[in-house]
């Protein structure tokens, strides 16, 4: 059982930029592929980054590569999001995720532990 609870988000003016963080429970965190989802109101839960358990492999989504940074820190069961250039866009509830196989999905299913999510408001 993981336990995920994220923090970070915020208000902040177009080309801004925020860190998220992602602290999990657990012995296990570091065994675990870990994601980044947001959610848009009436917007279906996208996916925005993926890392893999040793921090080897990570993927972007398309609107966010280049501007989004994953990592993660295994001896302290965190993972982050560092966003630069921050657009109206990507207005949203930022979700971290959890899912024990090693392939670095981008479809929010394949996850099995969420976090409550934190509210990123990026405004012109």
């Known amino acids: 059982q993981v336990q995920l609870v994220e923090s970070g988000g915020g208000l902040v003016q177009t080309g801004g930029s925020l860190r998220l963080s992602c602290a999990a429970s657990g012995r296990t965190f570091s065994s675990y592929t870990m994601g980044w989802f947001r959610q848009a109101p009436g917007k279906e839960r996208e996916f925005v980054s993926a890392?893999?358990?040793?921090?080897?492999?990570?993927r972007y989504a398309d609107s966010v590569a280049g501007r989004f940074t994953i990592s993660r820190e295994n001896a302290k069961n965190t993972v982050y999001l560092q966003m630069n250039s921050l657009k109206s866009e990507d207005t949203a509830v930022y979700y971290c995720?959890?899912?024990?196989?090693?392939?670095?999905?981008?479809?929010?299913?394949?996850?099995?532990?969420w976090g409550q999510g934190t509210q990123v408001t990026v405004s012109s």
């Open positions: 995720a959890a899912r024990q196989i090693s392939t670095l999905s981008t479809r929010p299913g394949n996850y099995e532990y």
């Open positions: 890392i893999s358990w040793s921090a080897g492999s990570t």
